[in-house]
C-alpha cells in the first residue's frame, strides 16, 4: 500500500440499510478524517480522529459514526442510510502537528442511496 | 452557512493567461490557508499553502497572495495551461486540523 486507500470505489446501497466505507493509510499519520463532497458544496468535514482511539464531529456528522482502534484504519458506517447521503465520500489523513497541516486524500467512494 | 467564500464557480481562460480565484473567511481562529487541485474521477491534492504571518507564497506558476486584516486569499496561476483544468478548492483550518473547504472553482484552460 502507498497512501490512502478506500473501498469500495462505488456502491448502491438501498435505504436503511447498514454500509461501512474502508479507510487505510500506511504514512503512520496521527491524524484522519472524513468527507463527503456534493456539487456546489466543496468538502464538508464529516467526522476526525486525531489519534487512536479518539475521535470528533465535523460538520455534518448526523447519520455518521466512526471508530479508530488503531493508527492505520478509520471506518466510516452508516448506520441505516438515507438517499441524503448519496455523495462521493473521501477520507484523509495528516500529522497533527508540525510545519504542514497537508492533508492526504483518498481516491473516494461514490455511494448512492437508493 | 460555508465558513469560506470561494469565487467564482467556474472559469474559462486562455492558454497562457492569468487564472485568479478568490476566498474569504470569517473565523480569525484559521492558520492554515491550503489550495487544493482535483481531477475528475480523484481525490484532492494540495497544490500550495499558506500561514498568515506571509502575505504572498509562490511555487513556480502558482501565487497566493494573503491579506489578513480582510480576511480574503485568492491563487493566481500564471500561463495557465490546458493540463491545469481541474476543479481548485480554497480551504482554511485551525489549529486543531478543522478544515473548512470552499466550494470550488471549476477551471478550464482553452488551448
Known amino acids: 500500500i502507498a497512501g490512502i486507500t478506500q473501498a469500495p470505489t462505488s456502491q448502491i446501497l438501498a435505504a436503511g440499510r447498514r454500509m461501512t466505507l474502508r479507510c487505510t493509510q500506511d504514512?503512520?499519520?496521527?491524524?484522519m478524517y472524513w468527507y463527503r463532497q456534493d456539487l456546489g458544496l466543496g468538502l464538508r468535514l464529516i467526522h476526525y480522529?486525531?489519534?487512536?482511539?479518539?475521535?470528533g464531529k465535523g460538520e455534518v456528522p448526523d447519520g455518521y459514526s466512526v471508530s479508530r482502534a488503531n493508527t492505520d484504519d478509520f471506518p466510516l458506517t452508516l448506520a441505516s442510510a438515507v438517499p441524503s447521503q448519496t455523495s462521493v465520500y473521501f477520507c484523509?489523513?495528516?500529522?497533527?502537528?508540525?510545519?504542514?497541516?497537508?492533508?492526504?486524500f483518498g481516491p473516494g467512494t461514490r455511494l448512492t442511496v437508493l | 452557512q460555508q465558513q469560506v467564500k470561494q469565487s467564482p464557480q467556474s472559469l474559462i481562460v486562455q492558454k497562457g493567461g492569468i487564472s485568479i480565484i478568490n476566498c474569504a473567511y470569517e473565523?480569525?481562529?484559521?492558520?492554515?490557508f491550503p489550495w487544493y487541485q482535483q481531477f475528475p474521477g480523484k481525490g484532492p491534492a494540495l497544490l500550495i499553502a499558506?500561514?498568515?504571518?506571509?502575505s504572498e507564497k509562490k511555487e513556480g506558476r502558482f501565487t497566493i497572495s494573503f491579506n489578513k486584516s480582510a480576511k480574503q486569499f485568492s491563487l493566481h496561476i500564471m500561463d495557465s495551461q490546458p493540463g491545469d483544468s481541474a476543479t481548485y478548492f480554497c480551504?482554511?483550518?485551525?489549529?486543531?486540523?478543522?478544515?473548512?473547504f470552499g466550494a470550488g472553482t471549476r477551471l478550464t484552460v482553452k488551448p
Open positions: 484523509a489523513s495528516s500529522f497533527l502537528a508540525g510545519v504542514s497541516n497537508e492533508q492526504f
Open positions: 504514512m503512520r499519520h496521527n491524524a
Open positions: 480522529s486525531n489519534t487512536a482511539g479518539t475521535t
Open positions: 473565523n480569525t481562529a484559521f492558520d492554515y
Open positions: 499558506i500561514r498568515p504571518d506571509v
Open positions: 480551504a482554511a483550518s485551525t489549529p486543531i486540523n478543522d478544515m473548512r
